[in-house]
């Protein structure tokens, strides 16, 4: 019996974008999707489940796991280590499922590099401009002047890549653009190269 | 200015599988979608217009265009010829519109030899299984014994060719084969290639 393969699907964006309502959304309304669970070296915080939010290991672990291609991509970060394992990735893959990554686009490219290319699809979340991205951001109330300017150079630095990824989907209107991130998905799942499982039996019935 | 490109969206499936229904919807929810217009030789039937259900030409026309390389796709069918013309494709997708080209595999093939390889997207409509399809063709009530026969035997051949589409959509409950067609034209309009008029405005926006 043939199993329908799933995909990593990469969702990139500026800080401020909507990202994380959009992804969300997803988790929420599509069917056989399960969230990436990044391993890290970062002490785990009140509420913070290993296995739910992240797998918690020490760095000599972490570094060991480096050394071994344990990780899809890596990254340090204010002296952490974060990564994604290969394994885990493999895994629901292989079960069928999406697997949503929320990288950045460094992140992005490592995946690209470690995976087979049937087995990805990246998506970047595009702010409609720039002045509506500071609003927002101020709209937050959460962040100083200081870090405000330092999220819109980061902002500008992400979007310098959005040539990087299959699919591009501008979050002006959230309503049309959780339409338009759900169609990449449902699309995707119906590439010839994922539909075999489906297909065979029916065509038995025509032998 | 940069005018978004659009692409031919080519829908090929057995008869009987729901393809017209699934295509009408198509045409009448998704914007900036355009039906091919065929050229034959055939004559008009009553109610028949020039230019909206055919470009009606003569057979040395005809001839003359075939050597000309104007047809994207051809084919001779009860002695009449019928064919896609390439200016009306490359106009439809230059403004940025879908061209749906309603073609059995053989079409699909030759469109693939003909255009660049972005600007074609193509789907099969697969039915759920041969006897779903034998009761949908019997409950038509149109087609003679001997017709269905034949019907079945070149949907078997039809289905033979799933694998040079792009995408699958299964037609076995309309309300979703009509969300997942959907979902691949919304997909394919969102490609890093087809979004540069869309994002360079923005990206001018964070310079």
Known sequence: MLQTRGFALIVSAP???????????????????ALSV???????RPGEEEGTHYFFVDKNRFETRIEQGCFLEWAEVFGNYYGTDRGFVKEHIEAGHVVLLDIDWQGARQIRDNMDAHDVVSIFIAPPAQDKLEIRLRGRKTDSEEVIQK???????EFSHWDEFDYVVVNDDLAQAKVE?????????LRRGRM???IQPILKTFA
Do not use: D, F, Y
Not at 38 to 44: D, F, N, V
Not at 183 to 188: G, I, T
């Open 196 to 198: 075999q499982a489906t």
């Open 15 to 33: 800080s401020g974008t909507g990202k994380t309502t959009l992804t969300r959304h997803l988790m929420a309304t599509q069917p056989n999707i």
């Open 181 to 189: 991130l759900s169609a990449v998905l449902v699309a995707e799942r």
């Open 151 to 157: 999220r819109m150079q980061q902002a500008a630095a």
């Open 38 to 44: 990044s391993t890290t070296t970062r002490g785990a």
